[in-house]
């Protein structure tokens, strides 16, 4: 087991989270700047989980607001995860489950109503973080990440408002 501290995300931070990104999601140098850019506008809630040797994960969610499907008049606060992320040596300690986990509790304190995210559907790693946490498959977002590579988005709601709706 890896003894992380998990803590919002500071400035300090910002360097080793773009090399966990750049590393975990592939990404190129102008996606990159991109992604921080659009990551200044909407700070969201973002944490790090800290080892000994440095940063060893993050997760990134932004603010958005939807109506409840069963009652349009009624607009929720919810957060979208846009990234988790365990660097390799790291992984399998259930880092990112208790980054999830962290998330959840300050996004909950600060009124989230749920969740949703896009992954890969390849990506059976994270699917299987994802469903051990609660969340249920929503749909298919064809062709998502490039030709062929489709997009699973999935939701989850907050414990106390699991039900019909
Ligand atoms: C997905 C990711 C964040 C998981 O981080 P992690 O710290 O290794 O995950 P945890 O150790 O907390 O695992 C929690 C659960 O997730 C599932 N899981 C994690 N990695 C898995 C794998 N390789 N295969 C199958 N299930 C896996 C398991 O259910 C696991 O519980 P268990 O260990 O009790 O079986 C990590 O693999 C990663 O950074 N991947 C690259 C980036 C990415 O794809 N992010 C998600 C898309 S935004």
């Not at 200044?40 to 989980?49: F, I, K, S, T």
């Not at 990506?123 to 469903?131: S, T, V």
């Amino acid at each position: 087991m890896v003894a992380v501290v998990i803590e919002y995300a500071a400035s300090r931070h910002a360097q080793s989270i773009a090399e966990l990104e750049a590393h975990a999601f592939t990404i190129n140098a102008e996606q990159l700047e991109e992604v921080k850019r659009s990551r200044a506008r909407d700070p969201g809630v973002r944490l790090v989980a800290v080892a000994e040797q440095g940063v060893a994960g993050f997760v990134v969610g932004s603010w958005f607001v939807c109506a409840e499907a069963s009652n349009p008049s009624l607009v929720r606060r919810r957060l979208w995860i846009n990234a988790v992320a365990v660097g390799t040596p790291f992984r399998r300690n259930g880092i990112g489950r208790r980054l999830m986990n962290a998330l959840f509790e300050r996004a909950e304190a600060r009124g989230a109503h749920g969740y949703a995210l896009m992954v890969q559907v390849e990506n059976l790693a994270a699917i299987e973080l994802y469903k051990s946490l609660g969340f249920k498959r929503s749909q298919l977002a064809q062709s998502a990440y490039g030709k062929g590579l489709h997009g699973l988005i999935m939701k989850r709601r907050v414990k106390q408002l699991d039900g019909p709706g």
